[in-house]
């Protein structure tokens, strides 16, 4: 199969269609992969049948294929979508009061390796490409019938993997949602999410067009976070913090700082002072996460009341919110996915097959 139309960029399509072609086919293909999502290049009926015909021979529109897709109570959808080359990534839609949230997967697993997520246990397989970030999206808008650019609609690299050690793609993907005569989504409704590699947050800071940043921060101490997160052996918290510090927000712009509660570890009202000492001198917000258990994780959730008390703390500082659990009846709130489908992902974690709105059982 061809290289994916979905991923490039005007110049690579016109490119592909060599100097024979007019500049504005180039132009209509782009219009139809992005704006009008077309799912094959059958669907592109402005531009010549022969044309279409020699454009099958070397390119595909790549598309993800849909391996299985699980339903939550909750009306959260979670898709297992089958790459190219056979490797499997997952995509979360959560629907909430007429808006969408689009949780997408920048790698194939994770090498971040924290310890309160199913997904570390995965370990890396690989870098996803452009196409394929940008796919997850096109996919979830064609199943959902939604319209990036009128519905109200937000795109979050909350999957799988850490987004700033993918981070040429994950720019590149960006300029293509962001991009008004493609897909069209604000960069004010895109958010990128790290576990704090500092380097690459300065590079991202250069970057013209890029979502907005939000740090995972998880630990009040260096030493708990050290434990919690092993990436600050190599990327320290307080570097962490004067990178967040020289991060040159736009003038609509506000860091986030997500911070997973897990009960007796990281959740007291000294943690939570801590925090709001470290991050004094941040224009942020905070978005408090309690544990979202899966098998394999050792940590335990903290009672509401826990979750309560650390917020109230924060709350005198800056803005400090509770993100409400989606989808944990199918593995898909944030911290669980691993892939799994009932075959050997869900076999290795003591997990019965899951079905379509059926919640998966806890090995006992």
């Given at each position: 199969m061809g290289p994916s139309l979905i991923g490039m960029e005007l110049a690579d399509i016109a490119a592909v269609l060599g100097p024979d072609e007019p500049a504005y086919r180039a132009r209509q293909i782009y219009e139809a992969v992005y704006r009008r999502r077309v799912p094959s290049l059958a669907g592109i009926t402005n531009i010549p049948r022969d044309l279409r015909r020699r454009l099958a021979e070397t390119a595909s529109v790549g598309l993800p294929e849909l391996q299985q897709r699980y339903d939550s109570a909750d009306g959260t959808i979670r898709y297992l979508l089958r790459l190219q080359d056979g490797l499997m990534v997952e995509t979360v839609v959560m629907p909430e009061d007429g808006r969408y949230t689009i949780c997408i997967s920048t790698q194939v697993g994770c090498a971040v390796d924290c310890k309160f997520c199913l997904t570390a246990l995965m370990g890396l397989e690989r870098n996803l490409t452009t196409g394929e970030i940008v796919g997850q999206v096109l996919f979830a808008a064609l199943d959902q019938r939604l319209d990036?650019?009128?519905?109200?609609?937000?795109?979050?690299?909350?999957?799988?993997?850490?987004?700033?050690?993918?981070?040429?793609?994950?720019?590149?993907?960006?300029?293509?949602?962001a991009d008004p005569a493609g897909v069209g989504v604000s960069q004010r409704r895109m958010t990128l999410s790290t576990s704090g590699i500092v380097p690459r947050i300065e590079e991202l800071g250069r970057a013209p067009t890029r979502p907005k940043l939000a740090v995972s921060l998880n630990a009040s101490t260096e030493e708990q976070r050290r434990q919690l997160m092993p990436v600050t052996r190599k990327y320290?918290?307080?570097?962490?913090?004067?990178?967040?510090?020289?991060?040159?927000?736009?003038?609509?712009?506000?860091?986030?700082?997500?911070?997973?509660?897990?009960?007796?570890?990281?959740?007291?009202?000294?943690?939570?002072?801590?925090?709001?000492?470290?991050?004094?001198?941040?224009?942020?917000?905070?978005?408090?996460?309690a544990l979202n258990p899966g098998p394999g994780i050792l940590f335990e959730t903290p009672e509401p009341e826990r979750v309560h008390a650390f917020q109230q703390v924060l709350r005198r500082s800056f803005p400090c919110f509770v993100r409400k659990p989606r989808g944990l009846d199918i593995y898909a709130a944030c911290g669980q996915l691993k892939r799994m489908s009932g075959g050997s992902d869900a076999g290795a974690a003591g997990l019965v097959p899951l079905e379509a709105g059926v919640a998966p059982r806890h090995p006992a």
């Open positions: 990036p650019e009128s519905a109200k609609l937000n795109i979050v690299t909350m999957g799988q993997g850490e987004p700033l050690l993918n981070l040429p793609n994950v720019l590149k993907a960006t300029r293509l949602l320290r918290l307080s570097d962490l913090l004067e990178a967040c510090r020289a991060y040159p927000l736009r003038p609509w712009e506000k860091l986030t700082f997500e911070y997973v509660l897990l009960r007796g570890v990281n959740d007291s009202d000294a943690d939570a002072r801590r925090v709001a000492r470290l991050l004094a001198r941040l224009n942020c917000k905070v978005n408090l996460i």
